[in-house]
């Protein structure tokens, strides 16, 4: 009889509580594979599998729960499958404190930079950053009071330039000591020409020196962009562009020329290696250097292209345009009174 109550008491606490179960009074698949797992009743006989299978069969048809009586039911097809005694089975159910709740535990070896204080340096030592003043450290202050006096000399010393930001005695102070000279040199224009006059428009100009407008020079720096050297998406464009590319002569042949005129690491040339480059240009397309030049020269700069809408019929054939559209849309009469096809139909006026 005792062993009945224990069992009883152990199958409430396996039932579980929800909306779907009352007084703890059913249990399910899962909790009943459950039991076998923390009473260690699995073994080669009795599987995991062995569980699932004996549950519908204890369980009435069509429902997903069974009763105590079912339950011990299940423990009886659990003893036969073992090859064992009804009451053994029982017995070690009952001796059950309720469902093993299992956890992940963390790794001590994976955490050991965390709990190991042992292994912690610089301010973590002495507590951490927030064991002192902001600005000042983490450095307790002890070893007397010269010592203390040493760190806050030097905290003063931290913070002097920015009280001689502001000079004592200038007339905005109205101190009787000379005015600063420091504006003579302040002045952030070089000697030189003046502003505005020709030679410092001509030094203003972004082209290197000797680069006349046409001339390869011009084009190298065009297709440089704002850069002081060029890559070899830019000397593929600058060969496009010029209409260099054809069917002997592709991109992959660029950038191999590319790699073969720049320093070997580089991947940005200078105006001589592309001077170079064309050279290998005109070998690779069988002409001279000079019909190259010109037209890396003729070329205007990189052709900026972009995504041309396609033709939409609805949209850009007027002539399949219908309703009020036709007169020019909605906007073409007042509100309110429809369009001008409508109107005249219906035979009325507009001069309302």
Known sequence: MADMDALAAVFQSYC????QVSNHSSMDGRSFGKVSKDCHLF??????????LIFPRVATKGQ?????????????LIAEKKGCAVEAVVAQVASSSGPQLVGTKVDVAGCKFHDDKSSYTGTHVNGGPEAGALGVGSQPRVGGLAANLRLEANEGHHRAPAAAAAPLGGPAMGGGGPAPKA??????RPAGPAAGSPKAKASASPRPAGAAAGSVDAAYKAFCGRHDSMDGRSFTKAC???GLLEQGFTT??????????????QR????????SALQHVADKKGVGIAEVNAKISGSSGPVLSGTKADYVAFHDDQSSYTGTHVNGGPESVNVGMGSATQLAGAGMGTGH
């Open 16 to 19: 579980g509580h929800g909306p």
């Open 43 to 52: 073994d080669r006989k009795y599987t995991t599998t062995d569980a699932d």
């Open 64 to 76: 997903r729960r069974i009763d105590f009586e079912q339950f011990q039911a299940g423990l009886a």
């Open 183 to 188: 504006k003579a040199s302040a002045s952030p």
């Open 240 to 242: 496009r562009d010029s």
């Open 252 to 265: 992959t042949d660029t950038d191999i020329i590319f790699a073969k005129s720049v320093t070997k690491g």
């Open 268 to 275: 940005q040339m200078d105006v001589s290696q592309f001077k």
